[in-house]
């Protein structure tokens, strides 16, 4: 019989493979880019990216010569990021996993990271838990979460208003974006990493207009695809508009298309 823990993987695991989060994801290339100069990855270096998507952190550390191994809990995900590797010529190993139960042996990799990836687990120390456990002691742990204050947590936010409420609601655990706060990364770290740097940076979020970059949401973002395929048409027009305005709210373009400020926060950890 299935644990709680592995029934809500699958449930995640069918809602992702339903979409190709790549749209999505080539928006936020440079941002891994970053995070593997922060993580000072090196030629040789044992690189695991946990819930690496289609590997846009697995190839930007493959990139600087390391030899990376992509998880993540769609096949169809990893098998976009082999398909990205194979065309750049870069030497990619990918695996299913899922960030709470990963299947490697204990300090098997020099450096660990996810960018918008781990910070989705469930259970949050847990996930952490796993990060820690691959790393080798002295290793780096290196990751992009989206802020508590930013775009991203505000647009979660919005959908989170309109969904039906449970009758019977369950205990909330703290959210993902939560990840995004220095403080609550070393509550879940702990003394088990020796050091922990963390720098708010902004990324931008680039497209035709407000309304494009919702319907990419709609479109390629699993829980924004499945909640505007389940919203009465009144509470999708609310969501929608919300969207858009919220988009609006961090746009810095004046020519009608956009260029939305999204914070995240850019984390390095040492193994102790």
């Known amino acids: 019989m299935a644990t709680p823990t592995q029934t809500m993987a699958e449930r995640t695991r069918q809602m992702w493979t339903a979409v190709d989060y790549h749209p999505i994801a080539v928006q936020d290339l440079l941002v891994s880019e970053l995070l593997a100069r922060a993580a000072d990855v090196h030629s040789g270096h044992r690189v695991?990216?946990?819930?690496?998507?289609?590997?846009?952190?697995?190839?930007?550390?493959?990139?600087?010569?390391?030899?990376?191994?992509?998880?993540?809990i769609a096949a169809s995900a990893l098998e976009t990021a082999s398909r990205r590797a194979a065309v750049e010529g870069l030497s990619l190993e990918v695996e299913v996993a899922d960030a709470q139960e990963l299947p490697?042996?204990?300090?098997?990799?020099?450096v660990v990271m996810s960018s918008f990836g781990a910070m989705y687990?469930?259970?949050?120390?847990?996930?952490?838990?796993?990060?820690?456990?691959?790393?080798?002691?002295?290793?780096?742990?290196?990751?992009?979460?989206?802020?508590?204050?930013?775009?991203?947590a505000?647009?979660?936010?919005?959908?989170?208003?309109?969904?039906?409420?449970?009758?019977?609601?369950?205990?909330?655990?703290?959210?993902?974006?939560?990840?995004?706060?220095?403080?609550?990364?070393?509550?879940?770290?702990?003394d088990r990493v020796a050091s922990l740097s963390a720098t708010v940076r902004v990324h931008e979020m680039c497209a035709r207009s407000a309304t494009d970059q919702v319907e990419l949401m709609a479109g390629h973002l699993a829980p924004w695809h499945?909640?505007?395929?389940?919203?009465?048409?009144?509470?999708?027009?609310?969501?929608?508009?919300?969207?858009?305005?919220?988009?609006?709210?961090?746009?810095?373009?004046?020519?009608?298309?956009?260029?939305?400020?999204?914070?995240?926060?850019?984390?390095?950890?040492?193994?102790?």
């Not at 490697?104 to 020099?110: I, K, L, R, S, V």
């Not at 969904?163 to 990364?185: D, F, I, L, S, T």
């Open 121 to 152: 687990a469930p259970d949050q120390r847990r996930a952490a838990g796993e990060l820690l456990r691959v790393c080798r002691p002295g290793g780096r742990i290196a990751m992009a979460n989206w802020t508590p204050d930013g775009i991203v």
């Open 226 to 272: 499945f909640a505007t395929r389940s919203l009465p048409p009144e509470a999708l027009r609310q969501l929608t508009e919300a969207a858009v305005a919220e988009y609006e709210r961090v746009n810095r373009a004046t020519d009608g298309t956009l260029v939305a400020r999204a914070e995240y926060l850019e984390l390095v950890a040492v193994r102790a």
């Open 48 to 72: 695991l990216d946990v819930a690496a998507g289609t590997g846009n952190s697995a190839l930007a550390a493959a990139r600087r010569g390391a030899r990376v191994t992509a998880t993540d």
């Open 154 to 190: 505000r647009l979660q936010r919005v959908m989170a208003s309109v969904m039906p409420k449970p009758a019977k609601p369950a205990p909330r655990p703290a959210p993902p974006v939560a990840w995004g706060g220095e403080q609550h990364c070393r509550e879940l770290f702990g």
């Open 104 to 110: 490697f042996e204990d300090g098997a990799f020099d």
